[in-house]
């Protein structure tokens, strides 16, 4: 059905390209996998190779490569409701199979590992635009173009030409990123959280701030938490506030690091240190 694909793949009169879905194996009913896949082709690949985690490889990610002349005859809707990418390339299935793999494991400056959902639509467009990384090439070599589909249906481009016309080396990469690009496509769930707190009680902290400075001037307010020995939830939003309204001013964040001190030698929450404090200056 052209509404579970690109119109322009059926429009498209270049021969050397080749068509794909990443599909999640999960979303689809076991019972009703094999005959999903076969209205498509025969012609798969898993993106997670792992022996030690099968049920990734049975459940997860896999690439998908769309036949069009048998398309235009089938209903293959339980499948693009399970897929999160849609790319033409001009590398036949393996190979790019083997380009993307690497994708899956995001490294940290910290040599972390994560599993790095990379095909779906947020975290690829993050990785488009980091053309000064080394593997940059390495993931979009021969790649013509890379849609996804938004919750109305309808196609949307991640891109529409070549981001690099270099050819590439299959799975002899890895996706290491400095520690900005890690908190960005990994995040962390104290930081994610802060932010969301702030952005509804308190949006002026972030005036002028995108997504990337904004959890980088939290992370280095929790940095300081830390050294201080803030470990209380409500107390490390509440010291994060504190430097961020400021402006991370020298003299003021001092005066809040003695405040803080205070309040973890006396083992006294830190608003309630504040509210004391607060109270007796305006006697």
Not at 178 to 200: H, M, Q, R, Y
Not at 244 to 272: C, F, H, W, Y
């Amino acid at each position: 059905m052209i509404e579970c694909v690109p119109r322009e793949w059926f429009d498209s009169t270049n021969e050397k390209l080749n068509f794909f879905m990443i599909a999640e194996l999960g979303f689809i009913k076991p019972t009703e996998r094999a005959v999903a896949l076969d209205r498509v082709t025969g012609m798969m690949w898993p993106l997670v190779n792992d022996s030690s985690q099968i049920h990734l490889i049975s459940e997860g990610p896999w690439l998908v490569q769309v036949d069009l002349d048998r398309l235009e005859q089938a209903d293959i809707s339980t499948l693009a409701d399970a897929s999160h990418a849609w790319i033409a390339a001009y590398s036949e299935g393996g190979q790019l199979s083997r380009q993307f793999t690497p994708a899956m494991c995001c490294i940290s400056p910290a040599q972390e590992v994560r599993l790095l959902r990379f095909y779906c639509p947020e975290i690829i467009k993050t990785l488009k635009n980091q053309a000064e990384y080394s593997w940059f090439d390495e993931l979009f070599a021969n790649l013509e173009s890379w849609h996804w589909r938004s919750e109305n249906g309808k196609f949307q481009l991640a891109f529409e030409s070549p981001l690099t016309t270099k050819s590439g080396k299959p799975d002899k990469w890895t996706l290491k990123v400095d520690e900005d690009l890690w908190f960005e496509l990994v995040g962390n769930p104290e930081i994610e959280v802060l932010i969301s707190c702030l952005a509804k009680d308190a949006p002026e902290v972030f005036e002028g701030l995108k997504g990337s400075a904004k959890r980088r001037m939290v992370r280095n307010c929790l940095a300081k938490a830390d050294a201080l020995g803030v470990r209380a939830a409500d107390d490390r939003k509440v010291y994060v506030y504190l430097e961020m309204v400021t402006g991370n001013k020298a003299e003021s964040s001092d005066e809040i690091s003695e405040l803080t001190k205070r309040a973890v030698g006396m083992q006294k929450p830190l608003v309630e240190l504040l509210d004391s404090l607060i109270e007796q200056g305006n006697k």
